[in-house]
Each structure stands twice: as structure tokens, then as C-alpha cells.
């Protein structure tokens, strides 16, 4: 079989949705095609896709170099339309906790926009690179494109000026729910580039670099978000954020950000997650 337009094309769509090698491969074999030549038209997409810098490295414990973390100084942060106070920095790992990112009125509108959208929550397959329902992420999710509408927009805005990163490389706003024993055991948020699953996402946006999560209510017991390597537990509070930074400007990766949901105890939780890429996450 021949590798025409068609099929050039359906390859860079299902790399671009995230779909994983193998599957791609699978579909390619029943259509007919020898399995070898599959296999390297899928690695020439994916490889066109991931452009040609080289993956970023994990950096061996004790050598990742802290660059200059891109969050402004100062105690009050002017973010887009909003002035955020900074109630704690922390350089290794790079973490700064805000007050005041989001009012509770947008807090209210950001749940009640959700309980209609949620979904089980997926991790990424570290083999496949699928999403898939697993046990260690017991929540449960809505996603906002970007610039869904007015309200999605400021946020994405305010966000991407109090990361100082640029909004385009910002993936998705996700917003998580987390009932009473709900947790999200410890993970990297950066895609980890000795899986082979990373890199049906890296190839759109490259790496991740920095994630903001924004707590959108107050939880009675539990629902601390945890750095065990750290030994930091923030308890957030509606409005409040953290912010971390795992992938510096040489690439390589924090593993210090080891960090997770720890279970809620009691009531529930509502959190906003931004990660953002290395480049435009189109
Ligand atoms: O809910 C949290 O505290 C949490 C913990 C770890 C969220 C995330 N990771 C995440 O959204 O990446
Ligand atoms: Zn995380």
C-alpha cells in the first residue's frame, strides 16, 4: 500500500488528537499495510511533529539548575486585570502560593459550570500515551478550551500573566472534583521522556513547563496538594493558588516536583489547573 494525501493527513490528525502509536499502527495494518511500513510513517509524523530539538532531560538528583523562575517579583502581582498578593515563594522546588487569583464569585461560576461537564478523570498511559481511568486519580473533570467565551478568556488571560507565560502556550483549563476520599497520588505533571507515551504529547506544544492550580473552595478536612520530596502541603483556599516550575531553560526537568492531591477527609474539593507547554499548544 501507498502512503497517499489521504493518509498523510489522517496520520497528522490522530497525532495531533493524541493518539497513541501503536493504535495508529493497528488501524494502518488492517487497512492493509505491511506493519514495518506503518511503523515508519507513524515515527516520521511523530518525529516531524516533535520538531527537531532532542527530548528534554531529567535531570540526575542534585543537578537541576535553578534559572530564574518567570513569576514577577514583588508581594502584589498585577495579573492581567487583577491584583494577586504572593503569601509564599519557595526556590527549590520552584513553588509560589497566591492569594486572590480568582474571586468567589468566579470560583462559584467555574463550579457551577462544571457540575454539568464533569467526567471520570484519565492519566496519560506511560506505555501508550492514552488517557485511561486508573485508580490513582480518583476525580472527576470538565475542560475549557481556551477563549471558550468572555469569562473562560479573562481567566486564561489572568493566569497566563501571573505565570508571565505566553496564554497560547496554556493547554486547556481543567477543572477537577474531588468528592470525600477522592485523591490524586503523587505524579511529575512534565511528561516523563524515557515513556514512550510522551511523546504523542509532547508532539503538539512540546514539554510541559509550569502548572497554576487555583482552589476554588475551602475544604473541611484533607485535599492538601503535597510535595512529599519537598516536604511541603499547601492548603488552598477559595481563590487561592499554587504555581510550580519543573522544566528550566536548559530543559531539564525538576523531579523535586514530585506532588499530588492528598485525600479529602471530609466535604469535597474544587480545583483550576492551567498547564502550560514549551510552545503554542494550538
Ligand atoms: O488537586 C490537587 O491538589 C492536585 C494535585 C496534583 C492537582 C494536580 N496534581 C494536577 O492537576 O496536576
Ligand atoms: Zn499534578
Known amino acids: 500500500m501507498f502512503i497517499d494525501a489521504a493518509w498523510e493527513a489522517w496520520l497528522a490528525t490522530n497525532v495531533e488528537r493524541g493518539c497513541s502509536a501503536q493504535s495508529m499502527i493497528d488501524v494502518m495494518v488492517e487497512a492493509g499495510f505491511d506493519r514495518a511500513e506503518a511503523g515508519a510513517a507513524v515515527s516520521n509524523v511523530t518525529r516531524a511533529e516533535a520538531g527537531t530539538k532532542a527530548s528534554p ?33 519557595c526556590e527549590r522546588p520552584q513553588i509560589v502560593v497566591f492569594d486572590d487569583v480568582l474571586t468567589a464569585a468566579e470560583c462559584e461560576e467555574l463550579i457551577a459550570r462544571s457540575m454539568p461537564r464533569l467526567r471520570r478523570s484519565t492519566t496519560v498511559n506511560p506505555q501508550t500515551g492514552r488517557e485511561d481511568v486508573i485508580q490513582n486519580r480518583s476525580s472527576q473533570g470538565a475542560w475549557y478550551p481556551r477563549g471558550e467565551d468572555a469569562f473562560i478568556e479573562r481567566i486564561d488571560r489572568r493566569f497566563a500573566s501571573l505565570m508571565n507565560w505566553p496564554v497560547e502556550n496554556g493547554e486547556a483549563l481543567q477543572v477537577l472534583h474531588y468528592g470525600s476520599g ?88 474544587w480545583i483550576a489547573t492551567r498547564w502550560m507547554r514549551e510552545q503554542a499548544h494550538g
Open 57 to 89: 532531560a531529567r535531570a540526575a538528583p542534585g543537578a537541576y539548575q535553578y534559572d530564574r523562575c518567570p513569576v514577577a517579583q514583588g508581594n502584589v502581582i498585577r495579573a492581567f486585570d487583577r491584583d494577586v498578593k504572593v503569601t509564599m515563594r
Open 182 to 269: 477522592a485523591e490524586y497520588r503523587p505524579h511529575f505533571d512534565y511528561f516523563p521522556p524515557e515513556q514512550a507515551g510522551s511523546a504523542v504529547h509532547t508532539a503538539r506544544g512540546g514539554q510541559r513547563v509550569a502548572t497554576l492550580i487555583v482552589y476554588l473552595n475551602d475544604v473541611a478536612d484533607g485535599g492538601e496538594t503535597v510535595f512529599p520530596d519537598a516536604g511541603i502541603a499547601i492548603t488552598g483556599r477559595r481563590g487561592s493558588a499554587v504555581y510550580f516550575r519543573y522544566m528550566n531553560g536548559q530543559r531539564q526537568l525538576d523531579a523535586l516536583t514530585l506532588h499530588g492531591g492528598a485525600p479529602v477527609r471530609q466535604g469535597e474539593k
